[in-house]
């Protein structure tokens, strides 16, 4: 064998160094299975165009770079001052739509966790106490979600995710006016009814347009990011009603409520000018502007890019055209093979463990930290700063998302989120007794206890968050997305009714015993991942159809995640070069 130099494509993100090794170095911690692809068809062509390589196999060693080299940003462009050119921006720019529509899910959760302890609030809608009709305030916004989900996907699926996304966040403008102006419960009510619908179209159409707009080495992270954005609401609603909530008048929770208007207003105004999926317009054949689409924004205008083709042709293998002409009740195609079963067990899973995790806890933030011995103005500070510490736990989280394992991470952050909530449940006990005791309060054992709640949240926030959105978009395949993250939205409705009507009354009778529900759950939640997750880091979404095409999914995502994750790349064997 002899060594050769080759230049490959500057759309594959590695650099030649200039020591004349003829080594090719990533750009990548994780260089996915896609780029080996894109090696071995450039050196096709090479062979092809050169004689003298007629016969011969040469030698490539492919060297993976552990430093601050890796990231978002490079991957199809020739050098980082490609990342300030047009094509770039409007990437980033529909990355950043999908994460602003992500906000009103976290602006609702917060807001309405801090208006329900507002003075104001209590006295115009009597309420404030932890009972059947606090959870309907709060669960009907999930049935919103349920009856959106029936038509979301297939909406998604019919008039595209731009659309889908507009139409959403005009519901939601609708919703927001209707709650801002309630005079009486049933208007309060019928508006979070309304919210909920809009948000569901926003929820599937979102991630859906995030994942297939991503160039493959930007996916993880930016389809991660997605549900990040659930703090992105969070954190504004908890410091808007910090401020709000020592106003006397209804104002201290209407300004909150108008200010969710915001984020909806931006999403309608650009997503007008942004490009469509170019998975959808394959779809629906639109094959040369899809194609288009790819050159322009994942190679950077540039003409022939390998990346390109291989990912028409991988469009062309997993894509089938048409497809939208389904039924919208028709969601056989999600158990038609065992392939796609598999695939909707996936979404299943994160569906109702996503959401009977304990995270339904924090719509009652207030709540607990009241039962622990805190005043007004410290719940809602405590409120605010766990907020800020979720939201950093999972942008720690996106920012390993790219070659963080799935499995590994369901695994033991659902069986920490168990002890957590276990540590909680016990320090919240011993504070209990000292209630009922009527003696001297040790007030450490009450901060333990916020302590542990909080760090229940943290641990929650890094486990899950991204994962929601990226784990489901990952699983699903591209014909299956939107009627599959419709489901997912269904499923989600469902849970969160439940959690969100039941907790309050279960708080209301036996206070913090009811912790100890999900301190059991997780565990259980724990041992199901662990027999069947299916890993999907370190796959394109098309060579996933493989695996759960398999025998055993699980054990043949784990075996081909280990080979394309954590090789070093090193002295790859080029076939297709002779």
């Not at 009740?329 to 899973?349: C, E, G, I, K």
């Not at 942008?395 to 909680?424: F, Y």
Request: overall charge neutral.
């Amino acid at each position: 064998m002899t060594d050769t130099n080759i230049l490959l494509p500057s759309s594959v993100p590695f650099f030649t160094p200039s020591d004349g090794s003829g080594r090719i170095v990533w750009l990548s911690n994780d260089p996915p299975r896609l780029f080996e692809g894109i090696i071995s068809l450039h050196c096709s062509l090479i062979a092809s165009d050169t004689d003298e390589n007629a016969g011969k196999e040469e030698d490539i060693e492919v060297n993976s770079t552990k430093g601050s080299k890796a990231g978002i940003g490079v991957g199809n462009y020739h050098s980082w001052s490609e990342l300030l050119t047009r094509n770039t921006f409007v990437l980033f720019t529909c990355a950043g739509v999908a994460f602003i529509g992500a906000c009103t899910s976290g602006y609702d959760s917060s807001l309405m966790t801090s208006i329900n302890g507002m003075l104001s609030y209590q006295k115009k809608f009597n309420q404030g106490s932890l009972d059947s009709t606090t959870g309907i305030i709060f669960a009907i916004y999930t049935i919103g979600q349920l009856a959106g989900s029936l038509f979301a996907g297939t909406t998604c699926d019919r008039i595209g995710r731009r659309w889908t996304m507009f139409v959403g966040n005009s519901i939601i403008i609708v919703a927001t006016a209707v709650i801002a102006a309630a005079m009486n419960k049933g208007m309060f009510i019928g508006g979070r009814f309304i919210l909920g619908i809009g948000v569901s179209f926003v929820q599937v159409s979102a991630p859906t347009f995030a994942v297939e707009v991503a160039p493959p080495q930007w996916r993880g992270r930016i389809t991660a990011l997605y549900n990040t954005g659930y703090f992105g609401g969070a954190i504004p609603a908890a410091g808007i009603t910090l401020a709000t909530q020592r106003m006397t008048s209804d104002w201290a929770w209407r300004i909150p409520i108008l200010i969710q208007l915001l984020p909806a207003v931006i999403v309608m105004t650009i997503v007008p000018f942004l490009p469509e999926s170019p998975r959808w317009l394959y779809m629906h054949g639109f094959e040369n502007e899809a194609f288009e689409f790819l050159e322009r924004y994942h190679a950077n205008g540039r003409k022939g890019d390998p990346l390109v083709t291989l990912q028409i042709e991988e469009f062309k293998e997993s894509i089938k055209v048409g497809g939208e002409r389904e039924s919208w009740w028709d969601y056989r195609p999600l158990v038609a093979t065992s392939n796609a079963r598999w695939r909707a067990f996936m979404v299943l899973l994160m569906g109702i463990f996503g959401q009977w995790s304990g995270n339904g806890l924090g719509y009652y933030n207030l709540s607990i930290y009241q039962s622990l011995g805190f005043d007004t103005q410290m719940r809602f500070n405590m409120n605010l700063i766990g907020q800020c510490l979720n939201a950093l736990s999972s942008w720690v989280a996106v920012s390993l998302s790219d070659r963080m394992p799935r499995r590994m991470v369901l695994v033991w952050g659902t069986a920490l989120c168990s002890l957590m909530l276990a540590a909680n449940a016990g320090f919240s006990a011993a504070w209990a007794g000292y209630v009922e005791g009527g003696g001297t309060k040790n007030l450490a054992i009450g901060r333990a206890g916020a302590g542990f709640y909080i760090l229940f949240n943290i641990v929650y926030a890094f486990t899950y968050t991204p994962l929601q959105a990226l784990y489901p978009a990952e699983c699903l395949s591209s014909e299956m997305r939107a009627k599959g993250l419709s489901m997912k939205i269904f499923i989600i409705g469902c849970t969160s009714f439940l959690s969100l009507f039941l907790s309050p009354i279960a708080f209301g009778n036996i206070g913090w015993k009811y912790v100890l529900v999900f301190v059991f759950w997780d565990a259980f939640e724990a041992i199901v991942w662990y027999l069947y997750a299916v890993e999907t880091v370190g796959f394109t979404l098309e060579e996933l159809d493989e695996v759960f095409g398999s025998a055993n999914p699980v054990e043949t995502s784990k075996k081909g995640s280990q080979k394309w994750r954590w090789a070093e790349f090193n002295n790859v064997k080029s076939d297709e070069a002779t």
